[in-house]
């Protein structure tokens, strides 16, 4: 086993531990008929967990502190139900515990046909970003109305890094901290399905080194997918503008998607 792999799987075994950890904090006792009282810290006992989803205390709490253990399928589906995993939450933990079927690489080429079709799409907004969240390309209105990425170091042209380092970004964000969280929470879904680690990993030791924002939300272990949704731009005169935007798959590069705004009247 290479010291690259040893690393890799006890970032992994840390990562089901602190994710395990969270969500079963996040749990109302009461929602099982446990009572809240007499409890040192929120959420279900590990114990708890362990009847509820029909599995021995001590392999739930082996599963919990990372160790490398013998695990069905069935049992950890009955522990994100007990947990009350979103769908994206539940796969998130199967990703980290039995790897990915079907991973998605990191292409590096872009091509030309994918370009042109995002600069065909202005005016509206439009970029194309790797799944570490590298952007790859974007259109003249992705400049003037998101963010203007020609002007930051190659590598900071990436949407998780100009979350969390610019603070001129940070300023023209409307609920900065929502919108952090959602980037975030879709970047370690991202994380876990990729067969690539290594670029995730440079992104997100690099902001573990620059952003104590970063470092607070990393460890709150949030997972979702970012499909489509709503993000509000505040412009240089103040004033908010607010879109919708989709991520599309390009399917001849696996990795990379085509993120597309457009502009929506405000209430």
């Known amino acids: 086993m290479t010291d690259s ?24 006792p009461q929602l099982y008929g446990f009572s809240p009282l007499n409890r040192r810290v929120p959420g279900l006992r590990r114990e708890e967990v362990a009847q509820l989803a029909a599995v ?5 709490t082996w599963l919990e502190q990372g160790r490398d253990i013998s695990i069905s399928l069935a049992a950890v589906q ?9 769908a994206a939450a539940q796969q998130y933990l199967e990703t980290l515990i039995f790897g990915n079927a079907h991973p998605q690489p990191l292409h590096q080429e872009l ?28 259109n003249r209105a992705a400049q003037s ?21 610019s603070d001129a970004y940070r300023t023209r964000i409307h609920d900065w901290e929502q919108a952090a969280r959602q980037t975030l929470s879709a970047f370690r879904a991202s994380y876990a399905a990729s067969n690539q680690p290594q670029a995730f990993e440079t992104v997100i030791a690099d902001l ?3 952003s104590d924002a970063f470092r607070t939300l990393w460890n709150y272990h949030d997972v979702s997918k970012m499909g489509s949704g709503n993000k509000t731009i505040i412009d ?7 879109f919708t935007y989709t991520l599309l798959q390009i399917a001849q590069t696996p990795g990379m998607h085509v993120v597309f705004y457009l502009a929506r009247d405000t209430p």
């Open 145 to 165: 109305l998101i963010v203007d990425w020609s002007t930051l170091a190659c590598e900071d042209r990436n949407t998780l890094k100009l979350m969390f380092l």
């Open 111 to 138: 091509p030309a046909e994918v370009m042109a079709m995002v600069d065909a799409l202005d005016p509206h907004p439009a970029f194309v970003r790797r799944a570490n969240m590298d952007i790859v390309y974007w």
């Open 78 to 86: 009955r522990i994100g139900k007990v947990l009350q995993l979103s």
């Open 5 to 28: 792999h040893t690393r890799r799987s006890a970032a992994r075994n840390q990562d089901i531990k602190h994710f395990l950890t969270n969500q079963r904090a996040r749990v109302d």
């Open 236 to 242: 240089i005169a103040g004033r908010p503008n607010a």
């Open 56 to 60: 021995s205390v001590s392999w739930y």
């Open 208 to 210: 573990l080194a620059r």
